[in-house]
């Protein structure tokens, strides 16, 4: 995913109460909308929930620029990884049921499953898929997007070996969190989709949450997907991840999250019936591996902490006394964030309809902190400078590039435990395949080849491929989209 650069920065102050009754101060709605233009985003889906009532479910913003068309409580985002949730929660459904337990070897569900390393392969459980502890190299987790199949991305980690010690570190790998929607699939005889259908979605009255990409397009009221660069903002690709299954494959609205919201602050009952053991979600909220926030978000390093961790698809820390649950969603052209305060019985659902728009920190924090009665704070404005610090000034010499033809760039690449990296002349193009990608690489006046994305042709790319040269001048590798290659002869 391209980070992009932002120079446009302006401060506002506001004078507004805290609450800890529920309500939100008069200036609410203006808050967030200030915050907005300062953000870039275009679009923002909220949802809050406090002592099991829904408080708020609204649209602000619009959901494409190209239109102008309003957000509503009903418009439908990519939610990503704020969904790993709910595979979690599937198969705490089916602990409750004998079906399976937290510490099953994976192995036991997925006989035919394949690692690089034996011990891992035949240790690995649930718990390690959901709290990302299997050390496994991070190739595996590029694989899934690569490929854009996760069938595919697990047949190929039996070549793949560990970065790190098993249950050692806390590596984020969607690969492997995505078995824990394969074991539901073993374990049921349904899609994993149709399982969360049946079990969680309907009986929580989220009809306008979509799993299917074919669903997804069909949206009437669906948000658009944004990136802003260099003082514009450019509408892309919606971004359809269905291949990624129980990873991130769900896309929903504020009114659907308001339920999922309080679902869980209620432990687990809906409408009186109990769906899932409470002990189950406060296991899921618990725990389970310890991080260094700095390593994680710059938001979640800008203030103190008592502890800091992963649970079962959740991150779980304290903020000012209260524990927290929450987790972050991030795809192209599309942000969001959900995040709970279960003994204050309060959660908040952040969808926004651009790349990487951290805004959705500073919005959950400043709601915390309405429905805690705590001190004033302006996250926004605190935030904002952690993730757009002023650009310093530099004397470094431009960089340079080597005068390499593109008949001497087109091969093949290879890189272990991945697909090759195809590089060859399409007409007057030179063309990169990778996986089911394709770019082009358009060489310029100071040597350079740019990277374009046929997707994002339209966004000025600051992408260039790097070009790795033996002592005669020939090509011997290539980096591209962080990833080195090395010529096969």
């Known amino acids: 995913m391209k980070q992009l650069p932002f120079f446009f920065f302006l401060v506002f102050l506001f004078a507004t109460p805290a609450s800890a009754d529920g309500a939100l101060p008069d200036d609410f709605d203006l808050m967030i909308e200030t915050d907005m233009k300062r953000w870039h985003a275009p679009g923002l889906g909220l949802a809050i929930v406090k002592d099991g009532k829904t408080i708020l479910a609204k649209g602000y913003g619009v959901k494409s620029f190209k239109t102008n068309a309003p957000v509503d409580e009903r418009t439908v985002f990519q939610a990503g990884s704020t969904t790993k949730a709910f ?34 392969q035949d240790s690995i459980t649930i718990r390690d898929a959901l709290r990302h502890s299997s050390g496994v190299a991070q190739i595996s987790n590029i694989n899934m997007f690569l490929g854009e199949s996760l069938p595919t991305a697990w047949e190929m980690m039996a070549d793949i070996g560990q970065q790190a010690s098993f249950r050692n570190n806390w590596d984020y790998n969607n690969t492997t969190f995505g078995l824990s929607g394969l074991v539901v699939e073993k374990v049921t005889g349904q899609d994993f ?38 003082g514009k903002d450019y509408e892309i690709g919606y971004p359809y991840i269905e291949f990624s299954q129980s990873a991130g494959m769900m896309n929903s609205t504020p009114s659907d999250m308001a339920n999922w919201i309080e679902f869980l602050l209620a432990g687990g009952v809906w409408n009186g019936e109990r769906l899932v053991s409470e002990s189950l979600i406060n296991e899921m909220m618990s725990p389970q591996i310890l991080l ?25 820390h304290d903020y000012k006394g209260h524990k927290v649950a929450m987790h972050t969603g991030s795809i192209n052209g599309m942000s969001a964030i959900v995040g709970l305060i279960p003994d204050e019985n309060i959660g908040v659902y952040v969808f926004i ?14 709601v915390f902190d309405f429905l805690l009665g705590n001190p004033e704070e302006d996250w926004s404005q605190k935030l904002y400078a952690v993730y757009h610090p ?35 002349q399409d007409g007057v193009s030179l063309i990169a395949s990778l996986g089911t990608g394709k770019v082009e690489l358009q060489k310029q006046a100071d040597n350079a080849y740019l990277v374009i994305d046929p997707d994002t042709a339209h966004i000025p790319s600051q992408n260039v491929l790097g070009i790795e040269l033996d002592s005669d001048g020939k090509v011997t590798g290539v980096r591209l989209s962080g990833l080195n290659f090395k010529r096969e002869e």
Request: charged content about 25%.
């Open 353 to 366: 309809n651009s790349d990487h728009i951290e805004y959705r920190h500073a919005l959950m924090y400043k």
């Open 193 to 230: 989709h149709e399982f969360v259908r049946d079990r969680i979605l309907t009986p929580l009255g989220m009809d306008d949450t979509l799993m299917l990409d074919d669903e997804v397009r069909n949206a009437g009221n669906r948000a658009e997907a944004h990136q802003y660069f260099d």
């Open 87 to 120: 595979a979690s929660m599937a198969l705490a459904m089916l602990i409750d049921e004998g079906k399976v337990a937290w510490d099953d070897p994976i192995i036991k569900h997925i006989p035919e499953f394949r690692m690089g390393n034996r011990y891992v």
């Open 292 to 316: 260094e926030p700095a390593s994680i978000y710059p938001a979640a390093a800008s203030y103190s902490h008592n502890y800091y961790a992963y649970g079962l698809a959740w991150f779980a």
């Open 390 to 424: 002023e650009a310093a000034a530099s004397d470094a010499a431009p960089e340079t590039h080597p005068d390499v033809s593109p008949e001497a760039l087109a091969g093949t690449y290879a890189l272990s435990g991945s697909f090759p990296l195809i590089i060859k």
